[in-house]
């Protein structure tokens, strides 16, 4: 839940951009963060306390990292939130490899839109959905390796933020999105599974399943229906009960 994200950040317990970690108390079925800071040139830390639902802080939002797919998420998300939490940004393209090689095409320009919509220091929380290729059965280290490099650049840019992670939204039994073939999906939930259990993320929102009436002409992105399901399904995790 979302309590979980804002409470689990980096395992290091190195602090970004000269903030301390957030301790969290639940007040009035509202969590009150209180967040101590020390600015560049001042010896004496200032305290401020904010109130948010769920645990989120609402005025910074969270960043989206992904793929077309997600965006369509995040799309969805918007139409059904009051809350409105997730910040849009260009994701189209953004597989697992445009956003951990340095050397593809797409990579400066996807993180550089991303520090453009997010800018660091902006937010305390980030939602990554993994995107895979056609993969194989099993998750390589040169997958991990991907994935950690993303990581790396999120805390090297944004400092000690929560990092949640998902996999691709499901489909339904027997429904192959030719794109990813027919492991994808599996490979990306135990890519994420492994960032849990070796990057410090938290497992994120599980999304779907997708099928006839869900899925677009391409078998793969969303219709519109696809997006109101998926989108609920976001609500319901990131705005929380």
Known sequence: MVVALVAMGCTSGET??????????????????????TGPSSTDPSTTTSTTEGGIDIAGGIGVLGCSNTAQ???????????????????????????????????????????????????????VQICPRRAGAQVTSAEE?????I??????????IAI???????????????KMGEHGVGLSWALADWGVANLGLVRGPETGPLGPGTVDEDGC???????????QQLVEWFDGP
Request: with cysteine.
């Open 16 to 37: 970004g951009r000269g903030e301390q970690p957030r301790e969290t108390r639940a007040t009035n079925d509202r969590d009150t963060v209180t967040t101590t800071t």
């Open 73 to 127: 998420h995040v799309d969805g998300y918007l139409a059904a939130s009051e809350l409105d939490l997730l910040i849009p940004t260009p994701l189209g393209g953004g597989d697992l490899d445009t956003w951990a090689d340095s050397s593809s095409q797409g990579y400066e320009s996807h993180w550089q839109e991303l520090l453009e919509s997010v800018p660091p220091g902006s937010i305390e929380d980030m939602w």
């Open 145 to 149: 390796n991907a994935l950690k490099s």
């Open 151 to 160: 990581v790396d650049r999120l805390r090297a840019e944004y400092g000690d």
């Open 164 to 178: 949640a992670v998902s996999g691709i939204n499901l489909y339904e039994e027997g429904y192959v999105c030719r």
């Open 221 to 231: 992105h969303l219709s519109p229906a696809g997006e109101a399901l998926v989108g």
